[in-house]
């Protein structure tokens, strides 16, 4: 079993930054693929970034590259996700997911294990 904690969401201006942090307990995190989504009302849950276990490749939704960064911390079971000039539409609940196994996809059935989620709220 795999505990996943989001932290980091908030309210923000468009333009502005914000860190995202998902700490992870239950398994060896370093071979787990990592990934974050989002889900706005009314919305499906759509892919935003992924890692994948050793950290060697990230992935990003043609939304936010050169926006966000992905990244992992093996050593603090932590994955992250730096958002940088975001955009009101941006605004979601933003979810860490974690996968049996180190690839990752972009589809949120791949996942295993899933956060509470986290609100980020963009004012323009």
């Known amino acids: 079993q795999v505990q996943l904690v989001e932290s980091g969401g908030g309210l923000v201006q468009a333009g502005g930054s914000l860190r995202l942090s998902c700490a992870a307990s239950g398994r060896t995190f370093s071979s787990s693929g990592m990934g974050w989504f989002r889900q706005a009302p009314g919305k499906e849950r759509e892919f935003v970034a992924a890692?994948?276990?050793?950290?060697?490749?990230?992935y990003y939704a043609d939304s936010v590259k050169g926006r966000f960064t992905i990244s992992r911390d093996n050593a603090k079971n932590t994955v992250y996700l730096q958002m940088n000039s975001l955009k009101p539409e941006d605004s979601a609940v933003y979810y860490c997911?974690?996968?049996?196994?180190?690839?990752?996809?972009?589809?949120?059935?791949?996942?295993?294990?899933w956060g509470q989620g986290t609100q980020v709220t963009v004012s323009s």
């Open positions: 890692i994948r276990g050793s950290g060697s490749s990230t």
């Open positions: 997911a974690a996968r049996i196994g180190s690839l990752v996809f972009t589809t949120a059935l791949e996942y295993d294990y």
